[in-house]
């Protein structure tokens, strides 16, 4: 955290709260059934987690960014840290010590299929007392990214946090039964297919275009539904507006972290002052040049990369 010697930023493009992950990854012939123990690949380890993901693609892209996130005092905790600020991420806001850093287990198979068990760590004892002493980034930031590898009254009180004139992004990952107020915050609400079925349920209807007017009336302001190759759609109800922006094509190498750079990207523009239309605009070519490279961090591209695809 800051100490007294060390201003925290007075201007941010965009505060991410969210979680950091070390990826710990193994490929396998096939994954073990129970009791069995199988031989893998030598271990992989990459900095991962959906908060961490999203600060360094918005700071690739070149904007002020800074993570409020917790990580243990341990050597995936000083990886982490060391890939933020490589990004050029600002890390003064990252919490350390109170459990270990956060990690996801991965086994990959060779068709690609994984298992994967979190032990979320560190990124559970991010508490809403921690948001509310980092009030100086809120004040520094025009968007605050959040999505809910964090616990929930974490997630509450980030909403509750926001300086006047700055707007929330919020992609419910893994999705969550949401209190009103974090929804009717959301400006917008970001969604991938399944996490808008999962917050729909039954009142889902059969197209996209559906389920962004359904969820708008659930209070977000306004919402963007990502849609893998085809692109996203934006909804917003001061215009009553709902737009599909496609996306470029890609030959597609690996998916992971797409929505993270996305919604980081989206973010990110819309605080420039960006219409919602036009940041989806941005935000899914930066999310189809991640699709071209593998991993998710890795993958993320700066702002150069972006206006080749
Ligand atoms: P998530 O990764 O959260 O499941 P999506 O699959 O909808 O979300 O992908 C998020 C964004 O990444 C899309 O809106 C799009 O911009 C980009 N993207 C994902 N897959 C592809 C693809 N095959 N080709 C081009 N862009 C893609």
Aim: glycine content about 10%.
């Amino acid at each position: 955290m800051y100490e007294n010697d060390e201003p925290a930023p007075v201007r941010l493009d965009l505060l991410v709260v969210g979680s950091a992950n070390a990826d710990l990854v193994i490929g396998v012939e096939r994954r073990p059934g129970p009791g069995e123990t199988v031989l893998g690949s030598d271990l992989v380890v990459h900095p991962g987690g959906k908060g961490a993901n999203q600060a360094v693609a918005a700071a690739r892209l070149g904007a002020r960014t800074a993570l409020l996130a917790r990580v243990g005092d341990d050597a995936h905790g000083r990886l982490l840290l060391e890939s933020q600020q490589q990004a050029g991420v600002d890390t003064g806001g990252v919490l350390v010590g109170g459990a270990p850093t956060g990690v996801a287990l991965i086994t990959v198979d060779p068709s690609g299929d994984n298992s994967i068990v979190v032990s979320p760590g560190a990124n559970a004892r991010l508490t809403p007392e921690d948001i509310k002493a980092a009030d100086p980034l809120f004040r520094a930031a025009r968007v605050v990214s959040v999505q809910l590898e964090i616990p929930l009254e974490t997630v509450a009180e980030t909403a509750r946090s926001l300086a006047p004139g700055s707007r929330l992004v919020l992609n419910p990952s893994p999705p969550a039964p949401l209190p009103e107020d974090v929804l009717s915050a959301c400006d917008p609400l970001v969604v991938n297919e399944h996490e808008a079925r999962y917050i729909l349920g039954d009142t889902a209807g059969p197209a996209p275009e559906d389920w962004a007017r359904t969820l708008l009336t659930h209070g977000p302001r306004s919402v963007v539904v990502t849609l893998g190759a085809a692109g996203a759609l934006v909804a917003d109800s001061r215009t009553a507006d709902c737009v599909r922006v496609p996306s470029p094509e890609v030959d597609a190498v690996d998916t992971t972290g797409a929505g993270d750079a996305f919604t980081a990207a989206l973010a990110w523009r819309l605080g420039l002052g960006d219409e919602l239309a036009a940041a989806a605009a941005f935000a899914v070519r930066v999310g189809a040049a991640a699709v071209t490279g593998q991993g998710a961090q890795a993958s993320f591209p700066t702002a150069a990369q972006v206006a080749e695809v």
